[in-house]
């Protein structure tokens, strides 16, 4: 959901507005009187929308992760423990400096 107000709003309660956006994660969209609009979000919430931007635009990523998705949704695959995932790919819990590539 998003909020609408004018840019003078904006500049008359932007600190209350930033609190707001942070505690709710809502978007607020901005606009202006020459109708060039922007938009209010969480740096966490960009942050994150980035990511998934960044993991879905290569096709034989997205189709991998959504593949994924299906399979926990219908339960075909047992969950594992980060333990259990580590010996699967024959890596030591504390090892910082494996460099494994899972998207291969």
């Known amino acids: 959901m998003s909020i609408k107000i004018t840019s003078e709003e904006a500049a008359q ?5 930033c609190n707001q956006i942070i ?11 020459d109708g060039k609009n922007v938009v ?4 966490t919430e960009l942050e994150s929308l980035l990511e998934t931007l960044y993991l879905l635009r ?3 990523n997205s189709t991998r ?12 695959v047992e969950p594992q423990s980060v333990s259990e995932l580590y010996q699967k790919l024959g890596i030591q ?3 910082q400096s494996s460099d494994i590539n899972l998207a291969s």
């Open 93 to 95: 819990e504390d090892d």
């Open 65 to 76: 992760l959504f593949t994924a998705l299906q399979r926990a949704k219908e339960k075909i």
């Open 23 to 33: 505690e709710t994660n809502e978007v607020v969209r901005i606009s202006r009187p």
């Open 58 to 60: 290569f096709p034989a």
């Open 40 to 43: 209010l979000i969480a740096e």
């Open 13 to 17: 309660n932007l600190d209350s507005i």
